[in-house]
């Protein structure tokens, strides 16, 4: 369970940061790195996590890089996670509004500093909700992490379950201990979008 | 796009900035792609040989027959996720509080686990209760009971997000509790929730691949055993990817469509999914979302 919760942490952190910068380069004037964030954000969103995980595994020794189960691991999760951060961010800039854009390039601002000062904070008070959601649905993801041989809590429960027979209970302490993850977290997001929304 | 960016038309220095970045940005890319197909080209990952079992007819045919069958499973499911749903919804916006709390409970409970969990557990669990079905049943159980509480979610934010005028004007005209849902509700919030439906539906074709972990011979299982077969681990699952990649864009595509011309066709918002994709996991706060918002 530990196991479980340094992944989904570690990863959302990853994938907080490579989210914020594919968004920006998203809407970024130039078109390269426009192109290119939009390429990898709809080739790793339409992809099951799975198949990352496995291309991860088998795909990259080919290619020259080896790292840990865990860190590949860490490393797929961030990937996958950080496209579905990048969408919501960006949906984010979108709403807010143009005038904040227009005013800032009145006062001189440059873009990446108007990113930097006054649109990503709007964008991202307004994000938190969404951000709480992927957070979540990260926690779950990461049980898929079981197919690379992490330990993790899902694999857990089926050493358990297939150790003494008993499948059923240990699922079920399973579900219950993901449960306790997830329900919270819920939570908090939910407080915590009460506590940094604009008030409007 | 055009060229203004946040909100202003780029000035010559801005204009000046970009150039070079873009010069700069396109020599890193080139460079990058340059370094990573040299190095694949080096462990011989590019060899014809690897690439060539894709050409022949019988395995294309055994890949197809793996996408033939995750499309089965996503349709199987969506449906029976569907009605499900549609159950739950109602259910939690009973009258009666027993009723409703029974469907937040479920609807609760199988949001909050993972959908590989439910998968192991319809798999390993229900057999040594004597329950046997095929494994493809064992996918589609899990991804039915999971999927109809994320739909479920979705339909009552479909519903709540209907204006209240519309029930108020049915009870009005003395329509009762079933007529007022049959035939103004539901009609209306189902049209604006198609969007939000498709969006899932990318996302249970993505989780149909967890099938993979019991064995079940849809596409990624086949690419795994393909690439075993042949050596060629690296290429059966990027063709996968491929396939997975093409069809989910699609239907993305078709989504967002759907999305815009809904809202040009009847004025109203579509239900918002945060995160496009992955599901709705903030308890209840959706409820209220309505509208306008990023088409995600």
Request: proline letters at 4%.
């Amino acid at each position: 369970m530990r196991r479980t919760i340094e992944l989904s942490v570690l990863s959302f952190i990853l994938a907080f940061m490579i989210g914020i910068v594919a968004a920006a380069c998203r809407v970024s004037p130039v078109p390269p790195l426009r192109w290119a964030s939009a390429t990898y954000i709809e080739l790793v969103r339409n992809t099951p996590l799975l198949v990352l995980m496995f291309l991860m595994v088998f795909g990259l020794p080919s290619a020259g890089f080896t790292f840990s189960f865990y860190a590949s691991a860490i490393i797929v999760l961030s990937v996958y996670t950080g496209t579905f951060v990048a969408e919501t961010v960006r949906s984010g800039v979108n709403s807010v509004a143009k005038g904040q854009g227009e005013a800032a390039r009145a006062v001189g601002l440059t873009f990446p500093q108007t990113l930097r000062l006054v649109v990503l904070p709007q964008a991202l008070r307004t994000v938190v909700g969404p951000l709480g959601g992927i957070f979540i649905a990260l926690l779950k993801n990461s049980g898929l992490a079981v197919v690379i041989n992490v330990p993790e809590l899902t694999a857990a429960a089926n050493e358990v379950g297939t150790n003494t027979a008993r499948f059923i209970p240990a699922f079920l302490g399973a579900s219950v201990a993901y449960l306790m993850l997830t329900v919270p977290s819920g939570f908090f997001v939910t407080w915590l979008e009460h506590k940094v929304a604009i008030k409007r | 796009m055009t060229a203004s960016f946040l909100g202003d038309e780029l000035g010559p220095r801005g204009r000046r900035m970009t150039r070079i970045v873009s010069a700069i940005s396109a020599v890193l890319l080139a460079a990058f792609l340059f370094v990573l197909l040299t190095r694949l080209g080096d462990k011989g990952q590019l060899d014809e040989a690897k690439w060539r079992p894709f050409t022949q007819w019988l395995v294309i045919k055994f890949f197809l027959e793996g996408l033939r069958f995750t499309i089965q499973l996503a349709l199987v499911s969506m449906v029976g996720a569907m009605v499900i749903g549609t159950v739950m919804a109602l259910a939690r916006l009973a009258r009666t509080r027993l009723v409703r709390w029974v469907a937040t409970a479920y609807v609760e409970f199988f949001r909050g686990i993972p959908l590989v969990l439910l998968i192991f557990f319809c798999a390993l669990g229900l057999p040594a209760y004597g329950v046997r079905l095929s494994l493809f049943w064992y996918v589609a159980l899990g991804l039915i009971v999971y999927n109809s509480s994320v739909l479920g979610e979705i339909f009552r934010a479909g519903i709540l997000s209907l204006d209240r005028g519309q029930t108020e004007a049915a009870y009005s005209l003395g329509m009762g509790y079933w007529q007022t849902m049959g035939l103004v509700v539901i009609p209306q919030a189902a049209r604006r929730m198609i969007p939000a439906i498709v969006s899932q539906l990318v996302t249970l074709l993505k989780d149909t691949s967890l099938g993979s972990a019991i064995a079940f011979e849809e596409l990624l299982r086949r690419a795994q055993i393909n690439g075993e077969f042949f050596q060629n681990r690296l290429q059966s699952l990027v063709v996968a990817s491929l396939i997975y990649i093409v069809v989910n864009f699609a239907l993305s595509r078709l989504a967002r469509r759907l999305e815009v011309r809904q809202r040009r066709k009847y004025k109203a918002g579509a239900i918002v999914v945060p995160g496009g994709g992955m599901d709705l996991a903030v308890l209840g706060a959706q409820a209220d979302a309505a509208g306008g918002g990023g088409a995600i």
